[in-house]
T-cell receptor, first 113, second 113 residues
C-alpha cells in the first residue's frame, strides 16, 4: 500500500551538531518528495524538495538525500540552531496524482542548548 | 502579507452548528488545497481546486463537508451539522501550479463542543 512515514517520532540534538531526520516510503511510483517544517501554532513551511531523478539536493544548511533503491529519504540540517526546533514532515507527491501530498506523522526535533 | 491567509484563526462551535472557514491564497496561485490536521498527525488531503473548479474532492470525509472557490481566488470550506470528531486544524495551501511546492496558511483551529 501507499505510506509515507518517519523512522523516529522524536529527535533530540545538541545545538551546533548536525541533525538527520529519516523518512521511508513504500510507493515505488513516488516521483516528488518535499520536506516541511511546522512550528507550534503555524502551518507547514516548505524547506526543500527533490524529484526522483535526483539523489541529492542542497539548500541553505539543509540537504535532502533520496535513495530510491531502499525507498528512503533523509533531511540533514547542518549546525542545528534553537530555531530549528519544530516538527518535520516528509511528504510524497506521485507523478500520476501530482497535486496531492501524502504526509507522514512527523518527527519532533528538540534542540538542546 | 504575501502568504496564505486563513480566517478565523480559531473557531469554537457547538455540535450541530454550521461553520465556514475562509482561505485567501497567494496572489497568482491557481491551485488551492484544503487539508485537515489532527493532533500529532500529518496533514490529510481534503480537496483541491484548479481555478474555480474542484478538481478532486475525494478527501472530503462525508457530505457534510463542502468547499467553494467561486472566483478562482478566495475559498470557503463549509461544514454542516458539525460533530465533535470534526475538531482539528484546517489548513489551506496554494501553489503557482499543480506539482509545485505548496505554501500553507497557519490554519483554522476548529473545536466542536
Amino acid at each position: 500500500g501507499e505510506s509515507v512515514g518517519l523512522h523516529l517520532p522524536t529527535l533530540s540534538v545538541q545545538e551546533g551538531d548536525n541533525s538527520i531526520i529519516n523518512c521511508a516510503y513504500s510507493n515505488s511510483a513516488s516521483d516528488y518528495f518535499i520536506w516541511y517544517k511546522q512550528e507550534s501554532g503555524k502551518g507547514p513551511q516548505f524547506i526543500i524538495d527533490i524529484r526522483s531523478n535526483m539523489d541529492k539536493r542542497q539548500g541553505q544548511r539543509v540537504t535532502v538525500l533520496l535513495n530510491k533503491t531502499v525507498k528512503h529519504l533523509s533531511l540533514q540540517i547542518a549546525a542545528t540552531q534553537p530555531g530549528d526546533s519544530a516538527v518535520y514532515f516528509c511528504a510524497e507527491n506521485r507523478r500520476s496524482n501530482d497535486y496531492k501530498l501524502s504526509f507522514g506523522a512527523g518527527t519532533t526535533v528538540t534542540v538542546r542548548a | 502579507g504575501a502568504g496564505v491567509s486563513q480566517t478565523p484563526s480559531n473557531k469554537v462551535t457547538e455540535k450541530g452548528k454550521y461553520v465556514e472557514l475562509r482561505c485567501d491564497p497567494i496572489s497568482g496561485h491557481t491551485a488551492l488545497y484544503w487539508y485537515r490536521q489532527s493532533l500529532g498527525q500529518g496533514p490529510e488531503f481534503l480537496i483541491y481546486f484548479q481555478g474555480t473548479g474542484a478538481a478532486d474532492d475525494s478527501g472530503l470525509p462525508n457530505d457534510r463537508f463542502f468547499a467553494v472557490r467561486p472566483e478562482g481566488s478566495v475559498s470557503t470550506l463549509k461544514i454542516q451539522r458539525t460533530e465533535r470528531g470534526d475538531s482539528a486544524v484546517y489548513l489551506c495551501a496554494s501553489s503557482r501550479q499543480p506539482n509545485s511546492p505548496l505554501h500553507f496558511g497557519n490554519g483554522t483551529r476548529l473545536t466542536v463542543t
